[in-house]
Nanobody, 121 residues
Framework: QVQLVESGGGLVQAGGSLRLSCAASGRTFSTYTMGWFRQAPGKEREFVAT????????IYADSVKGRFTISRDNDKNTVYLQMNSLKPEDTAVYYC??????????????WGQGTQVTVSS
């Protein structure tokens, strides 16, 4: 019922930056907690960041804390992930997700198709 489309992925050098966007359909975007997850080849999908429906609360994985920033614009039905100081270990497919609970688990209700981020050394 909620469709999510990620964009902004690409190839960058280590130390560079990317800004991912996730556009959501529907009129109830502001009622959802939004999150970012990623999955590298051969690994399980892991939590990256989440933001509450009002944008007043955020949680980050230790691996990205201080480098990544999650934000949202409820007027545009969009959530963002600003990624700075990128490392080769950040290479993965990044997924945005929408859910009813503010959580770091992967128990979100809706998922996007993902966008590839590749960081070269």
């Amino acid at each position: 019922q909620v469709q999510l489309v990620e964009s902004g992925g690409g190839l960058v050098q280590a130390g560079g930056s990317l800004r991912l966007s996730c556009a959501a359909s529907g009129r109830t975007f502001s009622t959802y907690t939004m999150g970012w997850f990623r999955q590298a080849p051969g690994k399980e999908r892991e939590f990256v960041a989440t933001i509450s429906r009002s944008g007043s609360h955020t949680i980050y994985a230790d691996s990205v804390k201080g480098r990544f920033t999650i934000s949202r614009d409820n007027d545009k039905n969009t959530v963002y992930l600003q990624m700075n100081s990128l490392k080769p270990e950040d290479t993965a497919v990044y997924y945005c997700a929408a859910g009813r609970l503010f959580t770091t688990s992967n128990s979100y209700n809706y998922w996007g198709q993902g966008t590839q981020v590749t960081v070269s050394s």
